[in-house]
């Protein structure tokens, strides 16, 4: 078949796609309800997802912060606004990289273990066996994991934001020599709590509802085969790294 | 050749009529009639893809049919709403072959997750429940395992006194015999049979272990083709001599079973040249 068969077909499964995860979007919610009868089930996965996340956020959130300090402070010394470091790191952070490269990191590290638990039970029966037992799986499965990625983004995001802060505050003062009092005046003084932090913040929100939408989606739709499996997890990086960034720049554009 | 046709019964805890499947453009059911009667075992046989597994899933709801009804205890399954069915869902337990069992949990937690999701237990009724089972089925002191310590036919086991741990009306097994060694076989089907017996529960087995099921079945069904084939008693289908029955219950390779997977001619794919100058003069 030629490339210009393939293209509509294509287009027409990524249309079908959407399609699918937006009524699957509809069911989960449904489902929320009753998957508060499940709450400690909800309570371990922000434990799974969230606490268990906790290693490579702060650790990435730490480099992210220096290496973020290092080149601002090169730039700002050009023009002899390195003062200024502390309010530059903090507003990226909390408007743009905070909530972003959680995300990132998130569908990286949470995302796929998320879509690979959800397709082994599918493709050992599991979800099947709950069914037959008169447990709704969208319940039990599904819907605590999506509420919570939901609850941990935001906080993983604010914990991203504060190691970045740290890792730059270490560059800055510590290493480069710029003056600590400097560093945090200027940054507390203009950094906007409602504007810059608490819409970080729902950024993150979106950021986590949306990742751990796609990762419960593909894993429950995946082929019960090893090569589902793995395409699915796949897929849920790529899914969730486009739609993250895409979803950045329409929150950016009405936020701002 | 024994009647395919299903004895007319009142006491049929699973009636089927008129069940008509189609799946990929295979026709799975071609307008089967059945009757489980209560209380006994009844097996349902038949060559492999013939969609014995697919019945089971028509009679839980797992699985719509094209045409048809499925009445399991006076309710008509596929017209059920979600809800109804999940409330019949609890009267039935179902062993899967693969045993299903929740790799998070212990094989206690497995076995209490029933109790656990529907009612509200005091915890020492649930551990009593819970050990009484798995006493049943001889597995009290693995009751701290985890499903990956064990073995295929303790998995079976397990998965069985989770199957029954709130006492249901009908068990549907999905070939509880494969892979497991004569002696885990016999323990398997020594508590089909005596669970039937005791607990006076109606049991569906899926199965292509004759010996096995002539052991623990009270009826057979043999599917074939989209239709039932035969119907009767292990004894009476064991001396039948239709076709169907000969090549199934005496391991016969050709019959109206074929042995070859349809495909072209067998010279043309190994492409001996008289063979495709002869296709291609005709």
Redesign the interface.
């Known amino acids: 078949m030629s490339a210009a068969g393939k293209s509509p077909s294509r287009i027409g499964e990524s249309v079908a796609q959407i399609g699918a995860c937006g009524l699957f979007l509809f069911q989960v919610l449904a489902a929320v309800p009753k998957s508060l009868r499940h709450f400690a089930e909800t309570v371990r996965q922000i434990w799974f997802v969230g606490a268990m996340s906790l290693v490579i956020i702060m650790t990435c959130g730490l480099f992210v912060g220096m290496v973020l300090g290092l080149q601002l402070y090169y730039v700002l010394s050009i023009f002899g606004g390195t003062a200024a470091l502390g309010t530059v790191v903090s507003l990226s952070l909390y408007r743009e990289l905070g909530p972003v490269v959680t995300a990132l990191l998130f569908a990286g590290r949470a995302g796929t273990s998320i879509t690979a638990e959800i397709g082994?039970m599918r493709a050992?029966?599991?979800l099947?066996?709950m069914?037959?037992?008169?447990?709704?799986p969208l319940a039990?499965v599904a819907a605590p994991r999506f509420l919570a990625g939901i609850v941990a983004m935001p906080l993983l995001a604010c914990v991203f934001n504060a190691l970045g802060i740290f890792g730059a505050h270490l560059v800055g003062v510590n290493w480069l020599g710029l003056d600590n009092g400097t560093f945090w005046s200027n940054m507390t003084s203009s950094v906007d709590v409602w504007k810059d932090v608490v819409n970080g913040v729902w950024k993150s929100v979106a950021f986590g509802a949306v990742v751990s939408l796609i990762a419960v989606f593909q894993g429950y739709t995946t082929p019960p085969t090893s090569e589902g499996v793995a395409y699915a997890t796949t897929r849920t990086v790529v899914f969730s790294s486009i739609v993250v960034l895409a979803l950045d720049f329409v929150m950016t554009a009405f936020l701002m | 050749m024994i009647d395919a046709k299903p004895l007319p019964s009142d006491d049929a805890l699973v009636q089927v009529r008129g069940l008509r499947t189609v799946l990929n453009g295979k026709t799975i059911f071609d307008g089967i009639d059945l009757d489980i009667p209560r209380g006994k075992v009844t097996a349902i046989m038949g060559p492999s893809g013939t969609g014995k597994t697919t019945l089971l899933r028509h009679v839980?709801g797992?699985l719509a049919p094209d045409a048809g009804t499925i009445h399991v205890d006076g309710r008509n399954v596929p017209a059920l709403s979600r809800d109804a069915l999940?409330?019949l869902?609890?009267k039935?337990g179902?062993l899967?072959?693969?045993s299903?069992?929740?790799?998070d949990f212990s094989v206690f937690e497995n076995v209490a997750?029933?109790l656990r999701?529907?009612l509200k237990l005091p915890e020492e009724l649930v551990r009593n429940i819970v050990l009484t089972k798995l006493q049943a089925v001889g597995l009290r002191g693995a009751a701290g395992l985890m499903p990956s310590e064990l073995s295929g036919g303790m998995a079976r086991r397990v998965a069985l006194a989770?199957a029954i741990i709130r006492d249901p009306m009908l068990i549907l097994y999905d070939e509880p015999f494969v892979g497991l060694d004569p002696i885990a076989l016999n323990q398997v089907l020594k508590l089909i049979r005596t669970l039937n017996d005791t607990l006076g529960i109606t049991s569906i087995l899926v199965a292509h272990e004759f010996a096995a099921v002539a052991r623990a079945a009270d009826l057979v069904y043999l599917i074939a083709g989209g239709k039932v084939v035969a119907r009767g008693t292990p004894d009476e289908l064991a001396h039948d001599d239709s076709p169907w029955t000969k090549q199934f219950f005496g391991g016969e390779a050709d019959g109206p079973v074929p042995f070859q997977y349809p495909a072209r001619d067998y010279a043309l794919d190994l492409g001996f040249p008289a063979a495709m100058h002869m296709a291609g003069a005709l």
């Open positions: 082994l050992t029966d599991q099947s066996a069914e037959m037992m008169a447990v709704d039990y | 839980t797992q999940f409330a869902r609890e039935i179902f899967f072959q693969n299903a069992l929740l790799t997750f029933p999701q529907h989770r």
